[in-house]
């Protein structure tokens, strides 16, 4: 069942991935984003990453791709159709990197299965566990306290970013 | 942070069986101490679900998130199209969220690839609010968005 739900997620997650690079309309291409997005939000689960799973839809498909799309209506004047670049060296160099980054996976995976574990151990629910490590001092309390200062900064940020210029003159 | 730490040392000298001994005492500490986490967190009563799986599965997550690198990589050199650009980052920040969590998930890391990769959603989040607010400046300078025509920092 697991690995069905894979297969399904898996290729929600490369199709949506391959109709926001190639496809020719920007809109249809962000909602390809949303479809990868979900795609990989599905694998979370399939991992046992039930909150992250959660996370991940509600601020990426909610969030991120709502203001893709508002960016997309607000910016895009005649028509919505963009070109695709015709450099024909961009070809090797993504399959050069692609073969880079899935030998150096290769790496690590034969260390994780080399220790020959079979994981069973309790995973869902998470969001206890998660909120404890978030609060706990030596854990993740710091990084918690700085992403807090850090929206903080991201929301006066993109007010002045975006209301510069408009103010009375 | 000691998750990243242990698995680069250990993939600069993969393949040896010396490492593989390590590796294995490392991920059984770190299991035990995410299981003991786990058994504080979770309240009584909660109904835990248990999920099987092996090593080999790892690889197709791992295939599945070096194609979606790709693709973003794709992404971000052909399109001129400054939305696309943030879009292949956004494939590319999922792609190594996806290693995060396979990792730790198949390794035995218990919860830290989760929590790295809950930080990387929410500063990929914020990267997108900043980065759209920037966008509508750009067009509200240049009355475009083309990458290659944005070649002033000022006017």
Redesign the interface.
């Known amino acids: 069942m ?2 069905f739900m ?1 297969f399904v997620f ?1 290729g929600l ?2 199709v949506g ?2 109709l ?2 190639f496809h020719r309309n ?1 809109v249809h ?2 909602f390809a ?1 949303v479809a ?2 979900f795609g ?1 939000a599905g ?2 689960w ?4 039930d ?2 799973g959660a ?2 839809v509600l ?2 498909v909610g ?2 791709t709502v ?2 799309l ?3 209506m ?2 895009t004047r005649d028509s919505t159709r ?4 015709r ?1 024909i060296l ?1 070809a090797p ?3 050069l ?2 073969l880079y ?2 030998q ?23 969001t ?7 609060l706990q001092r030596d854990q ?1 309390l710091l ?1 918690f306290e700085a ?1 807090s200062v ?2 903080l900064i ?2 006066v ?3 002045t ?2 209301r ?2 408009q103010e009375a003159p | 942070m000691t998750l990243l730490l242990t ?1 680069m040392a ?2 600069s000298e ?2 040896g069986h010396a ?2 001994a390590g ?2 005492a490392v ?1 059984g500490a770190a ?1 035990a101490g ?2 003991g ?2 058994a ?4 009584a009563g ?1 109904q ?28 971000i ?5 400054v ?2 650009v ?3 980052v ?2 590319i920040l ?1 792609a190594a ?3 995060f ?3 730790a ?4 890391y218990g ?1 830290d690839g ?2 790295v ?3 990387v ?6 990267e ?3 980065a ?6 750009i ?2 300078d240049f009355g475009s ?1 083309d990458i290659t025509r944005t070649d002033s920092l000022r006017d």
């Open positions: 697991l690995d894979f898996a997650a490369v991935g391959l926001v690079a920007i291409s962000a984003l990868a997005l990989v694998l979370y399939t991992l046992g990453a909150f992250l996370t991940q601020l990426y969030g991120v203001l893709l508002f960016a997309v607000l910016t963009v070109s695709i670049g450099n961009v160099i993504v399959g990197l692609f980054v899935w150096a996976c290769q790496g690590v995976v034969q260390i994780v299965s080399g220790t020959g574990t079979v994981v069973t151990e309790d995973v869902a629910p998470t206890g566990t998660i909120g404890t490590m978030f993740y990084p992403i850090l929206l991201v929301l940020g993109a007010v970013l975006a510069r210029g | 698995l250990q993939a993969a393949g490492a593989a590796m294995q991920a299991a995410a299981h986490a786990a504080d967190g979770a309240s909660a835990a679900v248990v999920i099987t799986g092996h090593a080999g599965q790892l690889t197709s997550y791992i295939a599945v998130s070096c194609v979606l690198f790709a693709l973003g990589i794709a992404t050199l052909t399109r001129r199209n939305l696309y943030l879009m292949g956004e494939l999922n969220n996806l290693n969590v396979a990792f998930r198949f390794g035995g919860m989760q929590m990769a809950l930080f959603v929410i500063l990929a989040a914020a997108a609010a900043i759209l607010a920037i966008v509508l400046r067009f509200h968005i």
